[in-house]
Nanobody, 111 residues
Framework: QVQLVESGGGLAKPGGSLRLSCSIS????????LYWYRQAPGKQRELVAS???????DYANFVKGRFAISRDDDTNTMFLQMNSLEPEDTAVYYC?????WGQGTQVTVAS
């Protein structure tokens, strides 16, 4: 079972940036897809971005042009660079491999 640990969440002002990290306990067997999800209070968990082992990325419309997903194979780490943050981005962010979930990291966007 792959273990995932998110970090990098916190408080940001509207228009600000945060970079989330997801540490993956071991190298994944290809092909694979990595995901970032988020869940705001009272709402369902929703897909934010995905990244395949081939390097293909996909984004939810509400983050396109603002967020960027990437990975570092040397450190088995996935990232989510979040720019131009909005209060609506406030949520717990989770990384997901298709079978494993991390514990989540809280992102709060407020002035």
């Amino acid at each position: 079972q792959v273990q995932l640990v998110e970090s990098g969440g916190g408080l940001a002002k509207p228009g600000g940036s945060l970079r989330l990290s997801c540490s993956i306990s071991r190298r994944l067997f290809t092909p694979y897809t990595l995901y970032w999800y988020r869940q705001a209070p009272g709402k369902q968990r929703e897909l934010v971005a995905s990244l395949t082992s081939f390097g293909t990325t996909d984004y939810a419309n509400f983050v396109k042009g603002r967020f960027a997903i990437s990975r570092d194979d040397d450190t088995n780490t996935m990232f989510l660079q979040m720019n131009s943050l909005e209060p609506e981005d406030t949520a717990v962010y989770y990384c997901h491999t298709g079978t494993s979930w991390g514990q989540g990291t809280q992102v709060t966007v407020a002035s």
